[in-house]
């Protein structure tokens, strides 16, 4: 039976504009995930809001697992604060499962983003979760918590975000299989 390690946001002190913050948001995603993920033949393993960063990584190490998959919200440098919209899923540019798995989870987030044109997959070598992790890893900046738009589409669409990423896990699963 496959098994993820769902690592949603640690990070309460990036508030949103209207109410709540990242790891409050994230935390809820994570919430629809798992029994939905569970219905679907995978198990999971997941972080809890107390659990540092690297001991989130160290857990994940630990076991055999097939994904690491990080949920977070972005915010833009303070010279575009408000103006970026959109989700980002990254992944390392070494592990072509990881790349595989960041193409599916941006596939389904352009079924239900409202500007597909903007979700983008991102390599990158500078994400600890993606460079740390054992696990082929995949971070989702789901959209940017400091542009009204994206802020309010997010807390909006938990389940519907929620649905998108588990579909995209199933499926990567699937092909790992």
Same mark, same amino acid.
Do not use: F
């Given at each position: 039976?496959?098994?993820?390690?769902?690592?949603?946001?640690?990070?309460?002190?990036?508030?949103?504009?209207?109410?709540?913050?990242?790891?409050?948001?994230?935390?809820?995603?994570?919430?629809?995930?798992?029994?939905?993920?569970?219905? *679907?033949?995978?198990?999971?393993?997941? *972080?809890?809001?107390?659990?540092?960063?690297?001991?989130?990584?160290?857990?994940?190490?630990?076991? @055999?697992?097939?994904?690491?998959?990080?949920?977070?919200? @972005?915010?833009?440098?303070?010279?575009?604060?408000?103006?970026?919209?959109?989700?980002?899923?990254?992944?390392?540019?070494?592990?072509?499962?990881?790349?595989?798995?960041?193409?599916?989870?941006?596939?389904?987030?352009?079924?239900?983003?409202?500007?597909?044109?903007?979700?983008?997959?991102?390599?990158?070598?500078?994400?600890?979760?993606?460079?740390?992790?054992?696990?082929?890893?995949?971070?989702?900046?789901?959209?940017?918590?400091?542009?009204?738009?994206?802020?309010?589409?997010?807390?909006? *669409?938990?389940?519907?975000?929620?649905?998108?990423?588990?579909?995209?896990?199933?499926?990567?699963?699937?092909?790992?299989?």
């Amino acid at each position: 039976m496959p098994t993820i390690y769902l690592s949603p946001s640690i990070q309460p002190y990036n508030k949103y504009l209207t109410e709540g913050d990242e790891q409050c948001w994230m935390n809820r995603i994570a919430d629809d995930m798992v029994p939905m993920l569970e219905q *679907n033949g995978i198990n999971v393993v997941r *972080n809890t809001p107390n659990t540092s960063l690297g001991q989130a990584i160290r857990e994940s190490n630990a076991g @055999n697992y097939d994904l690491h998959l990080a949920l977070h919200s @972005n915010a833009g440098p303070s010279n575009l604060a408000g103006k970026l919209r959109g989700p980002d899923v990254y992944y390392y540019p070494y592990s072509a499962s990881g790349k595989r798995a960041a193409e599916l989870i941006a596939d389904e987030l352009r079924k239900i983003y409202p500007d597909p044109d903007l979700v983008s997959t991102v390599a990158t070598t500078r994400l600890a979760e993606i460079t740390k992790t054992s696990a082929p890893a995949v971070l989702v900046e789901i959209a940017y918590h400091d542009n009204a738009e994206d802020e309010a589409w997010i807390r909006n *669409n938990i389940t519907v975000i929620a649905e998108a990423l588990t579909r995209a896990a199933v499926s990567y699963t699937h092909l790992r299989a």
